[in-house]
């Protein structure tokens, strides 16, 4: 009986093909396992039931059908088998209570993050091998419901060093520390020390657009005769533009591409070691490195801009389309040793993980610059983000046996020691001299800076059964972070099993998200042709001068509760229940306009376009980042697989699963001044952004000797309503007067069909939305200059349409 769910709901190749046993070196020592017996493709393996989890459990050889919480495990066959080229959005096509954005404004959107259960990406924490993964320094910092994500941009890591990702859907901080409120996502890499596996994926949009192509290599051999592995992957992926925008107002024309996938080039490469020094102790470590250059449209400016600018008229004679653009280089580096000592697993390691984003406005002008100088600078350094982490932890398990109770009693424990530093790079003098490079002003002197914290915590696990059939784990941990103080978790998780084939399972826990450094110290304004928005330090002039409080740690109590049965033979569902009290939730609030916003932004440093003093309110405005609200988020998950055996004829696997959610808002706060923290618009980011519900289900069919498998999905995307600003009409940049907006219910269909040409090579050919769906229009009035006709923010259907690929892979 399954007690996690292992997820059909997308084919993979149906080629035998060894998988290497889960990683774990965060809890202790293991020797390596041999590879599990080949499983079938959009199946459960016959093992699989037994496969051993090494997330949300301190135990050793804990079984995923045993599981204390509900676990999702997703093969690498599987996420390949989606035909997307990134990880982000593999995943989204796998797991209901995963939620991806739309599509995404500026910088933002060139920054791959998810989020679990309509919460904010920075409500989930991410681990690679049980490691906590460092974060991007790239903040998305324009309005939506991921305002001031730093989460892990998990596409930062190379597709194929994957073996499998564990994803526990239930709050873990006091198992893992800061940011597991949501859940946590485990990524396991290779660590095979055999084999070669290349892969080549190629797609292209319902539109004719947005071409992308992805290569994948990977492999693995011994070392030391056996006493070690090596294995390395590496990943070249590629994203064309797939421009959405409708027409622009001001020309008739499709000239407004600023709605639109970003343009991407992505290499990653990663490096996997292990080797026994001793039968007791093993040496381990990890390095990997991605590098991305991406771009983003901005609105499209008029020839007309430039009348009073000859030089700049004469380099864009029919007006121009600035670009934000990012040169991003991500490093990480994990070493450590693990093994046993008088029956205590130990494992120490130390990980060092830095993200460094270098981000430039392009095809731009600076009118300041050309009024002053004559000069007609058109690419601009415009700012820098760097994010770093070192890890440095000992963690410690032991099974007990006494004479006084009698179950094993497992008791685990450690600390750690974290170095966070955040920086903030002065753009070139030409990107915010005057008013600043056209669409994204450079960062100035002011408003730069380098910052750091130190983080020490310590927890303590214990598990055992209170009867043969009940078990139950406690875990406690305690955190100090040098700016926000100290803070104390807890968590208790039970189950009882009933039979072999129904059991209960329920827990409660208290977490927390620290603030993080960008949330503390980021600052930017934002300039579009006849507006501007800025987005200023919490402890800036500015801020302060408006009621600006000191951050404060995010706070959550978690509940849930489940069942896991097996009706009829071979149909396994889980089904679990859970609500979320997070307080003292962090989004940008306070927002003020001209002419408070215009003082603010002169406040902390920042030029504005000529004649920005006299625009109304709904052009100019800033805000900071507080601690906004109390919010009560509810919700179900489902899962149920279940085969059916047609003899001759082959096999088919179907499967069902089911996230709904629902965010309500139960507390308001205020600033120093008694003033609302939010609009309503704001309220929105925070309840009704993310959809309701999202419904996965489908089959796949194999032939009798699995040369051909075919595989179709239904995706059904819930409701997701937004309060959309005015552009247009007597509400035309409104303050207080919103549109309540409606991205109505939408469904999509997948289907894909695999050739095994023979035991080494493979073909797929697919498609994703096929029939070509789209989010809901938005009216008329609530598009800036006409282009968004589909809402940025959204967390509901992607902006693209239909997607067909072709994946071709090897194996040796």
């Known amino acids: 009986m399954l007690a996690g769910s292992f997820l059909g709901a997308i084919p993979f190749v149906a080629v035998a093909q060894t998988t290497s046993a889960p990683d774990q070196t965060s809890h202790r020592h293991t020797k390596r396992i041999p590879p599990t017996t080949p499983q079938q493709p959009g199946m459960t393996a016959p093992g699989a039931g037994e496969a051993i989890v090494v997330t949300g459990t301190r135990e050793l050889g804990k079984k995923a059908r045993d599981s204390i919480s509900p676990i999702d495990v997703v093969s690498a066959r599987q ?106 996502v485990n990524i396991i890499l290779k660590k095979q020390s055999h084999g070669l596996n290349l892969r080549s994926n190629s797609g292209i949009t319902s539109q004719g657009d947005g071409y992308q192509q992805g290569v994948y290599l990977d492999g693995g051999t ?127 390691s130390s990980v060092w993980g830095r993200d460094y984003n270098a981000i430039n406005t392009v095809n731009s002008i600076n009118a300041s610059v050309y009024t002053a100088t004559g000069r007609t600078p058109t690419n601009f350094a415009a700012q820098g983000y760097s994010s ?107 189950r009882y099993d009933f039979g072999p084939r129904f059991a209960i399972r329920g827990g409660f ?33 500015g801020a302060l001068a408006n009621g600006a409080s000191p951050l404060k740690p995010e706070h959550s109590t978690s509940a849930e509760g489940g069942i896991v049965v097996e009706p009829i033979r071979k149909l396994h569902v889980t089904a679990d229940v859970y609500q979320i009290d997070l307080r003292d939730r962090i989004l940008p609030g306070g927002n003020v306009y001209n002419p408070q916003a215009y003082q603010a932004l002169v406040a902390d440093g920042f030029s504005l376009p000529a004649g920005a003093a006299t625009w109304t309110p709904g052009q100019l405005s800033t805000h900071w980042f507080a601690n906004v609200a109390t919010t009560r988020t509810q919700g179900l998950d489902l899962t149920a697989t279940y085969p059916t055996e047609f003899g ?31 609009n309503v618009q704001s309220i929105a980011y925070l309840t009704t952004e993310y959809p309701r519900s ?44 919103y549109l309540q907006f409606q991205n109505q219910p939408k469904w999509t269909t997948n289907a894909s069909v695999t050739y095994n040409v023979n035991k080494h090579w493979s073909a797929t050919i697919g498609g994703n939305n096929i029939f070509a769906a789209y989010p809901s229009r938005v009216p008329y009035d609530n598009r800036y200059l006409g282009a968004p006709q589909y809402y940025f923010s959204a967390s509901q259907l992607g902006i693209n349409g239909g997607y067909y690929y072709l994946d071709v892979s090897a194996r040796f």
Do not use: C
Request: net charge negative; charged share 15%; proline share 4%.
């Open 79 to 184: 996420i390949t088998a989606t035909g997307q080229p990134t990880l982000r959005d593999a995943l989204s096509l796998m797991l209901p209570s995963l939620t991806i954005q739309a599509a995404g404004y500026d910088t933002g959107a060139l920054t791959d993050t998810i989020a679990l259960r309509g919460l904010n990406p920075n409500e989930t924490l991410v681990l690679v091998d049980g490691k906590r993964r460092h974060t991007t320094g790239n903040i998305y910092a324009d309005p939506g419901p991921q305002q001031g994500a730093t989460a892990v941009d998990i596409d930062m890591l190379p597709m194929s060093m994957i073996d499998h990702i564990e994803v526990l859907r239930d709050g873990a901080a006091a198992q893992y520390g800061s940011d597991a409120v949501a859940g946590v």
């Open 222 to 348: 011994s070392l030391g005769g056996g006493r070690g592995y090596l294995h390395i992957g590496g990943d070249f992926v590629h994203v064309d533009h797939a421009e959405r925008s409708g027409p622009d107002p001001r020309t008739g024309g499709y000239d407004n591409k600023v709605l639109s996938q970003p343009e991407q080039t992505r290499e990653a490469v990663a490096v996997k070691f292990g080797y026994d020094i001793t039968d007791n102790v093993q040496a381990y470590a990890t390095a990997t490195y991605a590098h991305r250059h991406a771009e983003a449209y901005q609105n499209y400016r008029l020839a007309s801009s430039l009348k009073n600018y000859p030089g700049y008229a004469a380099i864009y004679p029919w007006g121009y389309s600035p670009l934000e653009t990012i040169n991003e280089n991500d490093y990480e580096l994990t070493a450590g040793f693990k093994g046993t000592l008088a029956g205590w697993h130990w494992d120490l």
């Open 388 to 494: 770093t982490q070192w890890t440095n932890s000992l963690d410690l398990s032991r099974n007990f046996h006494t004479s006084f109770w009698p179950y094993g009693i497992n008791v685990a424990g450690g600390a750690s020691y974290r170095y966070e530093a955040y920086s903030i790079g002065t753009g070139s003098p030409d990107s915010y001299y005057g008013s600043g490079a056209d669409a994204l002003a450079g960062t100035n002197p002011g408003n730069a800076g380098n910052f750091n914290r130190d983080v020490i915590a310590g927890y303590l696990d214990i598990a055992t059964h209170l009867t043969k059939h009940w078990q139950v784990d406690l875990a406690g941990r305690a955190e100090h972070y040098t700016d926000v103080g100290s803070t104390q978790t807890g968590k208790v998780s039970t």
């Open 509 to 541: 826990s208290n977490g927390f998200h620290a603030p993080t450094l960008a949330q503390e110290h980021y600052s930017a304004l934002a300039i579009s042709p006849t507006a501007a928005r800025g987005l200023i330090a919490v402890n800036s002039p």
């Open 648 to 678: 001759q004829f082959g096999h088919a696997d179907w499967d069902v699963s089911l996230n709904l959610n629902r965010t309500r808002l139960r507390h308001q706060g205020t600033d120093s001044t008694g003033q609302s923290l939010l």
């Open 694 to 737: 999202k419904i996965i289900f489908g089959g796949t069919w194999h032939s009798p000797e699995n040369r051909w498998a075919v595989a179709v999905h239904e995706i059904r995307y819930g409701q997701a309503t937004s309060n959309l600003s005015y552009y247009y009409g007597p509400n035309a940049f409104s303050t207080t007067n």
